[in-house]
């Protein structure tokens, strides 16, 4: 309901182009964004209020591939996320994911762009009433049409893929922070999405957890060859894993591969990353 | 610098543009209780959350709203010479408003309060989002079992309040000052009417099931996603929810006379 409400311009809009039969026209992606993007924001400006978090922002997450989204904190990463999986409209522009436009689109009809989607959120945002293997169940019960056991034997085996397979009748508030994580990870991936979507996976790990976590991110991108897109603030994990960085820098933004970046002649660019590369690690 | 006529026109558009959101919510639950999959095992858990954990507080609230109607009936009666009519007057005055009016307002204040500070909780720590993003509509798995157990809970609870103030009028017109058991009795079956007083009071813990189910779950998930948020959204449920009551009852009394 509050996307309907917050979103009714672009509804109208939706609406509209199908009542005149112009709906194939908007959901056809620009004609500038590369085909080989498996997500892409084509010209979208974002304000929460009279905040503007960003204008004319385009860029695009390669089929497949690792993409880190960088920034400093207020610069949008987060925004970005919640753009492609539906859960904000943009002011203007297009966000298009796997070659459909998103932004014009009903809830029901997002509901079908979501099936692509897994989104580990930071908080995790499993629900706190039900346990972690009925966490991991619900969606499966929702939306497939296995039986219970078959339900049972692919909860414990994701559980299992991620490392915390003896969680399973634990609650989430009883959880530590790495295992939490690893859990809405494995939450994340139990449909089998084709894009995984992880807002802060690092925030508030010990150095440990998130090697494991990152292991963990590049393990599922090569075996599924599921497109990864990270939110981090985190620079040396980012170096360590990321195929491509989008580095959002107040007015503008800037992409590219994590080393061209970093050494390249964008000097704001390379000072964060080289910056970056010099904190602690696991700080936040 | 402070204009009145601005504020009064900003407020005037914000509860317009309330009023708004809440009937698009309210279709919206109504669709969801209409289109499967049928919840039954989150309607029975609702139904016991709001429903049967309020069970004490409606019992105990029932009887003492009956002793004191008793107590008060009597003395007033007695001057009159008419305190065999005790029956009759606890009897209507519990069936026709009391028995819906305070139980709508004890439960919005005990379940309507919980149902939003529960709602509000989950939108601030993302949990209807994460929902969203399995293609899960959380109106349909949240909302609706909320919702419709409040449509369920108010219309039962107002019954066992009903009965449990006659039994606190009994215990203080009979019992404590010595009335006529057959008197207090007599008159209660010859006063009450079932279509018109049962009916009516039914009809008015009906629209306020209805009243404080979407309220309550509304406020809840418009919450800002904030502790301030849910806070001030559980706040504003026992204001809006009780001053909805008592508006709705008055209207519902002139237009019909129940």
Redesign the interface.
């Known amino acids: 309901m509050q996307t309907l409400v917050n979103n009714g311009p672009v509804m109208l809009k939706g609406l509209f182009s199908r009542l005149t039969g112009s709906a194939d026209e908007i959901r056809r992606p620009h004609a500038r964004l590369d085909k080989t993007m498996h997500v892409a924001l084509d010209h979208v400006s974002m304000s929460y209020g009279e905040r503007k978090v960003f204008e004319n922002l385009s860029c695009g997450f390669p089929r497949g591939r690792i993409s880190v989204i960088l920034g400093g904190s207020g610069s949008g990463k987060s925004t970005v996320l919640r753009l492609i999986g539906g859960l904000i409209s943009p002011q203007t522009g297009s966000v298009i994911v796997d070659g459909q436009d998103v932004t014009g689109l009903s809830e029901r009809g997002l509901y079908n762009v979501r099936k692509k989607l897994g989104m580990l959120f930071q908080g995790g945002a499993l629900l706190d009433s039900y346990n972690v293997f009925e966490n991991l169940a619900l969606p499966l019960q929702e939306q497939s049409r296995m039986s219970r056991s078959e339900i049972a034997q692919e909860v414990h085996a994701t559980l299992k893929a991620v490392g915390v397979e003896d969680v399973a009748e634990l609650l989430p508030g009883q959880l530590s922070g790495g295992m939490l994580r690893r859990v809405a990870l494995a939450r994340a991936i139990i449909r089998k999405p084709t894009i995984l979507l992880c807002d802060e996976p690092f925030s508030g790990l010990d150095p440990v957890s998130i090697k494991r976590i990152e292991a963990l991110l590049m393990a599922i991108n090569q075996k599924h060859t599921i497109t990864l897109i990270v939110v981090s603030h985190h620079v040396p994990s980012t170096m360590r894993m990321a195929d491509r960085v989008l580095l959002l820098l107040g007015k503008r933004a800037v992409e590219g591969r994590p080393e061209e970046l970093r050494r390249g002649p964008d000097k704001e660019a390379a000072e964060f990353l080289n910056d970056g590369m010099e904190q602690p690690a696991g700080r936040e | 610098m402070f204009n009145p006529i601005a504020l009064v026109g900003y407020k005037s558009l914000t509860f317009v543009q309330h009023l ?2 809440m009937a ?2 309210s279709a ?1 639950v109504g669709r969801c209780i209409v289109m499967p ?1 049928v919840r039954v095992g989150a309607f029975w858990r609702e139904l016991h959350k709001l429903g049967v954990l309020s069970l004490i507080i409606i019992g105990v609230c029932g009887v003492a709203v009956g002793m004191v109607v008793g107590l008060q009936g009597y003395h007033t009666l007695s001057r009159f010479g008419a305190d065999r009519s005790l029956g009759a007057l606890v009897g209507l005055s519990l069936i026709r408003e009391l028995g819906p009016v305070v139980t709508a307002l004890l439960l919005t204040g005990r379940a309507g309060s919980a149902a939003t500070a529960e709602i509000g909780t ?1 939108v601030a ?3 209807l ?9 959380p ?1 349909h ?1 949240v909302i609706m079992p909320k919702a419709l157990a409040m449509f369920a809970v108010v219309p039962l609870l107002t019954c066992i309040f009903i009965v449990c103030g006659m039994l606190g009028g009994y215990i203080v017109g009979i019992g404590f000052m010595g009335g006529d058991p057959g008197s207090y009795m007599s008159s209660l079956r010859s006063s009450v009417d079932f279509h018109t007083d049962v009916g009516g009071g039914l009809i008015k813990s009906v629209v306020f099931g209805v009243l404080l189910g979407l309220i309550a779950t509304y406020r809840g ?2 919450s800002k996603p904030t502790s301030e948020g849910v806070s001030s959204a559980t706040t504003s449920t026992v204001v809006i929810g009780s001053v909805s009551v008592l508006l709705f009852d008055y209207i519902i009394t002139a237009l019909w006379g129940v």
Do not use: H, K
């Not at chain 2, 989002?129 to 509509?137: H, P, V």
């Open positions: 708004g959101r698009v919510f919206d999959p989950m720590t993302e949990q989002d994460g929902l969203r993003m399995q293609s899960i509509d109106v798995f998930y418009t």
